[in-house]
């Protein structure tokens, strides 16, 4: 178990990277990214991450840890990050986590309820099943081996029916007997976690300067840049904010004002389900985030030393 761990959490544009990275340079500590679009390397402006230059300065962790064309999860998040933070408390540093990708951080400090791995070559045969007989075939056949789970879906939902007989087939244990087992988190630590918190008013306005100053540095030319790559079906499939819509803009879809809105409404979306995650999901120390960055690195620092 490692003594400590400070996670920096809230919803997106609450301020969490510049505080992350004061609280770094003040505790001598090693950034983690808690994100589930900053883990991708190519993307870069339009994620809000740390920039180069700041990631230079001092140790950051997994902001680079996937390509495009790879799929990041919340199991390979925990597997990866928990590695990074023991070695990081085995060279005597802090490990600061940074982001608001809470099942992430849950997957990492509780544990998610179990599940086997997935079987590419047998999801391709049931899906091939599906396509031929239908989802209520499929629904009647699940039934009769995980009726238990068979009840919770309608007959109709094809995607977690497959599921449901592809965990049966490869494990030889029902969904259900999967998501009984008790979570184990993947990290066990002294865990204090710090949430960023912002009224909704002001985080709107935030997050609309903030989506401004994304296409202003160029968020559109780096889409160019991956779409000329060949990335574009991998960037597509992320269903990621504001690069969706600098692809609409790129193929003459949207104007660059219809980009603007559309992202900064998406965004709001994304803040309003994260505060509802950490709200619920999260003990966390709840900070204002309208108060200055240089305010907020003192109040988490006294907190520190108080436990």
């Given amino acids: ?28 500590a090693e950034v983690v990214c ?3 679009r900053q883990v991708y390397g190519e ?42 933070c023991r070695a990081i408390a085995a060279r ?16 990492l400090a509780s544990g998610l309820s179990g599940a086997p ?24 056949r699940l039934a009769e081996r995980d009726p238990e ?17 592809e965990v049966l087939e490869a494990s030889g244990r029902p969904m259900s007997w999967w998501h009984a087992r008790e979570p184990s988190p993947a990290l066990e630590a002294g865990w204090r976690m710090f949430e960023l918190d912002l009224e909704a008013r002001a985080l709107a306005e935030r997050i609309e300067r903030r989506t401004h100053e994304m296409f202003e540095r160029g968020l559109v030319e780096e889409t160019r840049g991956l779409t000329a790559a060949g990335l574009e079906p991998a960037l597509g499939r992320l269903n990621a ?3 969706d819509e600098a692809l609409d803009l790129i193929a003459g879809r949207i104007t660059r004002a219809e980009a603007e809105r559309r992202t900064s409404a998406r965004t709001r979306q994304l803040a309003k389900r994260q505060r509802t995650w950490f709200r619920h999901q999260v003990r966390a120390v709840r900070l204002d985030g309208a108060e200055s ?9 006294e907190a520190l030393e108080r436990h």
């Fill in 1 to 28: 178990m490692l003594p400590r761990v400070v996670a920096v959490v809230g919803a997106t544009a609450t301020g969490k990277t510049e505080l992350g990275e004061r609280l770094a340079q003040r505790l001598d």
């Fill in 117 to 140: 791995p997935r079987v590419p070559e047998l999801r391709v045969r049931l899906e091939a099943e599906l396509a031929a007989s239908g989802p209520e075939e499929m629904h009647r």
């Fill in 34 to 36: 808690a994100d589930s």
């Fill in 241 to 243: 904010v504001g690069y």
């Fill in 92 to 107: 005597g540093r802090l490990p600061i986590l940074v982001g608001g990708s809470g099942l992430y951080l849950k997957a």
């Fill in 43 to 84: 993307l870069e402006i339009g994620t809000g991450k740390p920039t180069p230059a700041e990631r230079a300065a001092l140790p950051h962790h997994l902001f680079d840890a996937l390509r495009l064309d790879q799929r990041a999860s919340a199991g390979w998040y925990a597997r990866t990050a928990a590695e990074a």
């Fill in 293 to 301: 960055a240089k305010r907020l690195t003192s109040e988490i620092l």
């Fill in 149 to 165: 789970t068979a009840a919770r879906l309608t007959p109709r939902d094809a995607q977690r029916i497959t599921r449901a007989l």
